[in-house]
């Protein structure tokens, strides 16, 4: 079964994951199924913690989402993966190994993976963070059939008017009664014509406060005392790294369009680091949960086999 670390105690891996969730620990089970030492750092902080249920996830019917990482930090018990639950405070390239430091524990590993996934901004709108994850998300994909053909809205942020009508179109094909609130932005023709041709209404005045009964969603309230009567928001969030790993390492990041701000990567994950690579969210900010998942198993098979070619490329001790 897995190790559980110390505080303070040693170990010399293969891998290093940084991160817990859905990627990392689909990173650690397909490299400890290859027979390679792994060290998994987790600090306990998923992203997707206040949602109440993965959805859309193949094999998975509604489960929360500390059940599905339970489960899946069960199939790690047959292999040479040690947890260390903290959080990873630096890590610094030694050689031709990488030391991570963390609470709870510190690895030499031979390659590092980053699965430290993404932090949602949320809209400065009260209700938002008191409803998110609930009456409150941001993806159609993930959430969408649970409230398909109710009252939804659409609840941009200043400045971002562009975004928000493409999240609210996508989001009409759940429902027919979609109102997008822009929050105070206003519209060019070309974004209203483009509303219209997918039957969503919008609101540009100022929203104050979504209104919450015993808990629930009831209705966006605007500035001037009017209410909206909707049965769930989706939202636009800004997406940011949950981790600066990647830039203590001086990994490349990219800079434009709707991937900014995530670690650059090749097509096997490898960054532009040699021995690190980057799994899910944090290289690929669209990616859905089983998608984040897929793309680990990926960067881990990538990760294996440069182990492998350095394996074979090292002079042979012989037994």
Do not use: K
């Not at 397909?30 to 959805?55: E, I, K, S, W, Y």
């Not at 509303?195 to 540009?204: E, I």
């Amino acid at each position: 079964m897995p190790a559980v670390m110390a505080p303070g105690s040693p170990t010399d891996v293969d891998v290093a994951v940084v991160g817990g969730s859905l990627a990392g620990l689909q990173t650690a089970l397909t490299l400890g199924r290859a027979c390679r030492q792994v060290a998994v750092f987790d600090d306990g902080r998923p992203r997707n913690a206040p949602a109440a249920h993965v959805h859309n996830f193949l094999g998975v019917a509604a489960t929360r989402p500390e059940d599905l990482l339970a489960a899946a930090r069960r199939l790690l018990d047959d292999y040479d993966v040690t947890v260390i639950g903290s959080r990873v405070r630096t890590v610094q390239r030694e050689g031709d190994r990488f030391r991570v430091t963390a609470d709870g524990g510190t690895a030499m590993a031979r390659s590092l993976v980053l699965a430290t996934g993404l932090h949602d901004e949320l809209p400065e709108v009260p209700g938002v963070h008191e409803l998110w994850g609930r009456d409150v998300v941001a993806c159609p994909h993930c959430h969408g059939w649970e409230v398909r053909g109710l009252p939804l809205a659409q609840l941009g942020r200043p400045g971002m008017a562009a975004r928000a009508v493409e999240r609210a179109v996508l989001l009409s094909r759940w429902s027919p009664d979609v109102v997008l609130f822009t929050d105070g932005d206003e519209l060019p023709a070309v974004l209203r014509t483009r509303l219209d041709a997918a039957g969503v209404r919008a609101c540009t005045d100022p929203v104050r406060r979504l209104v919450l009964a015993e808990g629930r969603l009831r209705a966006v309230e605007l500035r001037d005392g009017r209410t909206i009567a909707r049965s769930a928001v989706f939202v636009v969030t800004r997406q940011h790294q949950q981790s600066d790993l990647a830039q203590q390492l001086g990994c490349e990041h990219v800079t434009d369009g709707p991937a900014a701000g995530a670690v650059s990567t090749d097509s096997t994950g490898a960054t532009s680091v040699p021995g690190v690579w980057a799994a899910g969210t944090v290289a690929v900010p669209a990616l859905l949960a089983i998608g984040a998942a897929g793309h680990a198993s990926t960067v881990a098979l990538a990760v294996h086999n440069h182990l492998l070619e350095r394996d074979l490329a090292a002079p042979r001790v012989r037994r």
